[in-house]
């Protein structure tokens, strides 16, 4: 079955980095994107970026384009995110998930069970 | 940037109800929404994608409609395990943002 796991959670400083990671399995890694998203307390879903499993190119929102990095291991079949110069507003659960194309629709059909990184001094 | 604007915010119903949420873009996406369920503590579930089309084993008591910038989600007959929070998504064009959510409560 298909399944994503993410890394677990991670407490940062201000001004620190992060790298979260997503493995995957139960499919053809190659063949789909995964994107990124985040949910901060009592806030909504925010979409933070994809990246193509199989060829790595990467769209980003600008929101997160200067600080935000994602890359793909296909040898492992795992994507990373990596968000740096974290501040208290990165406080977030980060999920990754699977971006399923269809015809006429596109979604996310499988998540990641989401890394909670909170940023304290 | 698309901005999705949900209501209500919050709603408080009854097992066996009929509930309506509606959901708006800012701009023209066709049919590119997307409906998500999500508890506390577990990550976010597709229940509708491409406004209308129900994702597999999601119960039929769950429906979308809508097209351009105006959609809705409804759910026939409310049943214990609904209540949760939905999210609109559009996968128009990135940014794929989501809508602010809707508590649906007791």
């Known amino acids: 079955q298909v399944q994503l796991v993410q890394s677990g959670a991670e407490v940062k400083k201000p001004g620190a980095s992060v790298q979260l990671s997503c493995k995957a399995s139960g499919y053809s890694f190659s063949d789909f994107h995964i994107h990124w998203v985040r949910q901060a307390p009592g806030q909504r879903l925010e979409w933070m970026g994809m990246i193509n499993a199989r060829f790595g190119d990467s769209t980003y929102s600008q929101k997160f384009q200067d600080r935000v990095t994602m890359t793909t291991d296909t040898s492992t079949n795992t994507v990373y995110m990596e968000l740096s110069n974290l501040r208290s507003e990165d406080t977030a659960v980060y999920y990754c998930?699977?971006?399923?194309?269809?015809?006429?629709?596109?979604?996310?059909?499988?998540w990641g069970q989401g890394t909670l990184v909170p940023v304290s001094s | 940037d698309i901005q999705m604007t949900q209501s209500p915010s919050s709603l408080s119903a009854s097992v066996g109800d009929r509930v309506t949420i509606t959901c708006r873009a800012s701009?023209?996406?066709?049919?590119?929404l997307n409906w998500y369920q999500e508890k506390p503590g577990t990550a976010p579930r597709v229940l509708i994608y491409a406004a209308s089309t129900l994702q597999s084993g999601v119960p039929s008591r769950f429906s979308g409609s809508g097209s351009g910038t105006d959609f809705t989600l409804t759910i026939s007959s409310l049943q214990r395990e609904d209540f949760a929070t939905y999210y609109c998504?559009?996968?128009?064009?990135?940014?794929?943002?989501f809508g602010q959510g809707t508590k649906l409560e007791i």
């Open positions: 998930a699977r971006f399923r194309i269809v015809t006429g629709g596109r979604f996310f059909d499988y």
């Open positions: 701009q023209y996406i066709s049919t590119y």
């Open positions: 998504q559009q996968s128009y064009s990135p940014p794929y943002s």
